[in-house]
T-cell receptor, first 113, second 112 residues
Framework: NAGVTQTPKFQVLKTGQSMTLQCAQDMNHNSMYWYRQDPGMGLRLIYYSASEGTTDKGEVPNGYNVSRLNKREFSLRLESAAPSQTSVYFC????????????FGDGTRLSIL | GESVGLHLPTLSVQEGDNSIINCAYSNSASDYFIWYKQESGKGPQFIIDIRSNMDKRQGQRVTVLLNKTVKHLSLQIAATQPGDSAVYFCAEKGEGFQKLVFGTGTRLLVSP
């Protein structure tokens, strides 16, 4: 039982390159989330998906797109990477009942030069 | 807007001591709170949660206390061990279904 799996674990890009971060879960959760984590800041929500087929913007969506491919998979795409997008990206899932904790993957460390 | 913060960015304790990590929240309407532990190179790991109809909740070696009057949350770790060294985040339920607002974290350092 892997929980939440993110790939790749590390990536270095040049400015302007595109990249898709993958997230897959085997927890049978409906809700999935993408966060970024920067030094000295709390996790900030980029996009989320309350269920298969739906996606919504979070706090910092600019420069990103997402796809909820099916119940298990939720991908995050950077169409034209910028140095400001250097960060650690975390995917999370949660049950769709109220007041449930989110469960996180181990992150993708992305550097943009 | 909503904000969740921590009083101390770093807490150093001796192995075997009890640790207390504090958190202030700003949204008095929040009804759900979570503590996470994050080890270096890992994702946040759920520790314990509490709903606003409770003042205290206990887990294995951990206790969360909620004081709604002053909008304060704390995590107590009993008999702290070196393996407890990590960054601890509090989070509160934000506006919108299943959204969470995270604090910036407190680093706990446990010395043998």
């Amino acid at each position: 039982n892997a929980g939440v799996t993110q790939t790749p674990k590390f990536q270095v890009l040049k400015t302007g390159q595109s990249m898709t971060l993958q997230c897959a879960q085997d927890m049978n959760h409906n809700s999935m989330y993408w966060y970024r984590q920067d030094p000295g800041m709390g996790l900030r929500l980029i996009y989320y998906s309350a269920s298969e087929g739906t996606t919504d913007k979070g706090e910092v969506p600019n420069g990103y797109n997402v796809s909820r491919l099916n119940k298990r998979e939720f991908s995050l795409r950077l169409e034209s990477a910028a140095p400001s997008q250097t960060s650690v990206y975390f995917c999370a899932t949660a049950r769709d009942s109220p007041n449930q904790p989110q469960h996180f993957g181990d992150g993708t460390r992305l550097s943009i030069l | 807007g909503e904000s969740v913060g921590l009083h101390l960015p770093t807490l150093s304790v001796q192995e075997g001591d009890n640790s207390i990590i504090n958190c202030a929240y700003s949204n008095s309407a929040s009804d759900y709170f979570i503590w996470y532990k994050q080890e270096s190179g890992k994702g946040p790991q759920f520790i314990i949660d509490i709903r606003s109809n409770m003042d205290k909740r206990q887990g294995q070696r951990v206790t969360v206390l909620l004081n709604k009057t002053v909008k304060h949350l704390s995590l107590q770790i009993a008999a702290t061990q070196p393996g407890d060294s990590a960054v601890y985040f509090c989070a509160e339920k934000g506006e919108g279904f299943q959204k969470l607002v995270f604090g910036t974290g407190t680093r706990l350092l446990v010395s043998p």
